[in-house]
């Protein structure tokens, strides 16, 4: 829930934000512009993790980096955006070897698909065009 008041100061969610950071994006928008945020944990939600996902996982999990990296730049700068991506590329490679050898290891039992690395320097490479295109109100 949102204030009109605040949605007509800062805007709606940032549509350049395919999935996994809009609802952060939004909450750091309000509370720049002196708005509280609030979380109320004892509200009970109900999620089926993964069911918007789970036809393209690799892809998706590409798109959840992709969107990491465009609010770090967006709000935190060129810098912190770069810092990232080389963390998310790293962390992403030995992921990649981790789930291969376990595999290997286990004759397919074991170890999920990871993003390809094509996937991701396809996800990673769009950041830095969006976020020229952005007008923080």
């Known amino acids: 829930m949102a204030r009109c008041e605040a949605l007509d100061q800062i805007g709606g969610l940032d549509e350049r934000i395919f999935m996994y950071a809009e609802d952060v994006d939004w909450c750091y928008r309000f509370y720049q512009a002196g708005w509280e945020v609030w979380y109320l944990p004892q509200a009970p939600v109900i999620h089926y993790g993964g069911q918007s996902s789970k036809k393209r996982k690799g892809r998706m999990e590409a798109e959840l980096y992709r969107s990491r990296v465009y609010l770090f730049h967006k709000h ?22 981790v789930h291969s050898l376990l595999r290997c290891v286990t004759s397919g039992r074991r170890g999920r698909r990871i993003t390809s690395w094509q996937e991701l320097r396809q996800a990673l490479g769009n950041v830095d065009s969006a976020v020229k295109e952005t007008v923080i109100p």
Do not use: Q, S
């Open 76 to 97: 935190y700068g060129r810098a912190a955006a770069f810092c990232l991506r080389i963390l998310i590329y790293a962390m992403t490679l030995t992921k990649m070897l």
